[in-house]
């Protein structure tokens, strides 16, 4: 059971090793400025492999449960599937339900544990293959690999290192779970930490909170939900930043840093490295810096509204 490219590696591992009775995925979705319909990585990678898939709105509903079990598996392996699981389908195979995890459990239970990871500042994380139970991310861990977070790691560029890491650890533990050499360990619940989900207005950058911060959010919600700030009624997105010293103006003011866009807060500046204007595509700073009349000076914000600088408006070209 899984959905998106996170998935992928760890589908291809189990079908190279292992008899796959089928795929569970989501639905197709509208994607694309047409809003055709886009089936998931998963559908097509098991496409590929030429495995049966199933794609149930409700992996609970009776359908998709009489499904499973005319496929009769051993094991289920979930990688990012999306949705919730229950005992009805947690006790159905003989050696349970498998999780593939992207973070060292119990930090970073929940839907966004990669994001998380790099707004919380952390040094490292990693993927937890873990015996689901019916709460969120709680079951006994059967094995664990780190991974460190680099200085420039997006969510994306972290992601995709964890899903290879992912089946490689999947691919080595479970023959040794089957044979019953190992033993689940159960989570310290005290050291618990949660991942909610992420929506899009998360990535509105508040500029009353420190740069460093607002550094990690960039790179936190890169490549989705994507970071931006509003200069007067435009919204301005921010595909990359780094931290400056402050300059001394009030949080929230534009200035021109070495010919680069950037934003005070109350510790640093936001240096704007690569910016995408509102209809436009991604620049340089430089380059959006050069055409932006009335920039410098003026107030970013966190919601649309008139240009805060009096007799000066955004470039419209």
Not at 50 to 57: D, R, V
Not at 182 to 191: G, H, I, K, M, N
Request: aromatic residues 6%; hydrophobic residues 40%; charged residues 20%.
């Amino acid at each position: 059971m899984g959905s998106p490219d996170f998935a992928v590696p760890s589908l291809r591992a189990m079908a190279e090793a292992h008899q796959v009775a089928g795929v569970i995925t989501q639905p197709d979705r509208p994607a694309g400025r047409g809003r055709g319909l886009r089936p998931p990585p998963v559908k097509t990678a098991a496409t590929d492999l030429g495995l049966p898939i199933s794609q149930p709105t409700r992996v609970l509903s009776p359908e998709a449960v009489d499904q499973l079990r005319g496929w009769a598996p051993d094991l289920i392996v979930v990688a990012a599937f999306g949705q919730i699981l229950r005992p009805v389908l947690l006790d159905l195979p003989k050696y349970g339900c498998i999780n593939v995890h992207a973070s060292l459990l119990p930090r970073w239970r929940g839907a966004a544990p990669v994001p998380a990871a790099i707004l919380g500042g952390d040094d490292e994380t990693g993927i937890t293959i873990m015996r689901m139970d019916p709460g969120i991310d709680t079951g006994p861990i059967l094995a664990q690999s780190r991974q460190p977070i680099l200085p420039d790691d997006t969510a994306g560029s972290l992601l995709a290192r964890l899903a290879h890491a992912g089946a490689a650890l999947l691919a080595a533990t479970l023959p040794e779970y089957v044979a019953g050499r190992l033993e689940p360990q159960p989570q310290d619940d005290r050291l618990a930490t949660y991942a909610p989900l992420i929506g899009k207005g998360d990535g509105a950058l508040d500029l009353e909170s420190p740069a460093a911060d607002l550094e990690r959010r960039v790179r936190a919600f890169d490549p989705w939900p994507g970071c931006f700030v509003y200069w007067g009624p435009r919204r301005l997105a921010i595909r990359r930043a780094r931290v400056a010293p402050a300059s001394g103006a009030p949080p929230g003011r534009a200035v021109n840093f070495d010919g680069l866009p950037a934003a005070s807060t109350p510790a640093g500046l936001l240096v704007f490295e690569i910016v995408q204007p509102e209809g436009r595509a991604a620049m340089t700073g430089g380059e959006f810096l050069r055409g932006a009349r009335g920039f410098e000076g003026s107030t970013l914000t966190t919601t649309p509204g008139e240009v805060q600088q009096p007799g000066v408006a955004p470039d419209s070209k």
